[in-house]
């Protein structure tokens, strides 16, 4: 499986917030922000939570073929499941925003547009979060399968015995 971590929204969201030089919030003497940088943003937050999707798609066929009879599996479980809530919520939220970005693009008022990309940072944050989860449970269900080739021992083939930890994981 191949680890692909997408913070790229994160730092793009950066270009949307511009500052006036006295520091004053969005639409207090400050310049708007531009539409395009505004749609770069969302867009490269929707590519995040699609690979996220084909990422956590993997990952639950991962943790299903570990066997539940493992020592803290209960948990692993459980946490994935958290996991794919605390997903699932902030894709809803990316829908959201879509909707209003088109809308605030519509409107021509800088003052929603700002909105947007503010709403676009904070869910990048809780973007970058959910990706933090995703790795710990990556590790975690690699931790189970090692644990489960362990407990099997070694396999037997022929001319000799093969170990199965000596095989590539991932």
């Known amino acids: 499986m191949t680890l ?31 539409p395009e940088s505004v749609k770069q943003s969302f867009a490269n937050l929707r590519g995040q939570f699609d690979g996220l999707q084909a990422r956590s798609a993997d990952l639950a066929k991962q943790i299903e073929a570990v066997p539940a009879d493992l020592p803290g599996y209960p948990q692993l479980r459980a946490n994935f499941y958290a996991f794919e809530e ?35 940072g904070r869910v990048s944050l809780d973007a970058s979060r959910i990706d933090q989860q995703y790795i710990k449970l990556l590790h975690g269900a690699m931790a189970f399968e090692r644990a489960d080739e362990h407990r099997k021992g070694p396999v037997p083939v022929a001319g000799g015995v093969k170990s199965k930890s000596a095989k590539s994981t991932h």
């Open 86 to 120: 605390a997903r699932g919520v902030t894709d809803a939220k990316v829908t959201l925003l879509r909707g209003r970005l088109d809308a605030a693009l519509k409107s021509g008022r800088p003052e929603e547009l700002q909105q947007v990309s503010d709403e676009l």
């Open 4 to 34: 692909t971590v997408s913070l790229v929204a994160g730092a793009s969201l950066v270009g949307c917030h511009k500052t006036a030089t006295d520091g004053k919030p969005a639409g207090q003497g400050r310049a708007a922000p531009n």
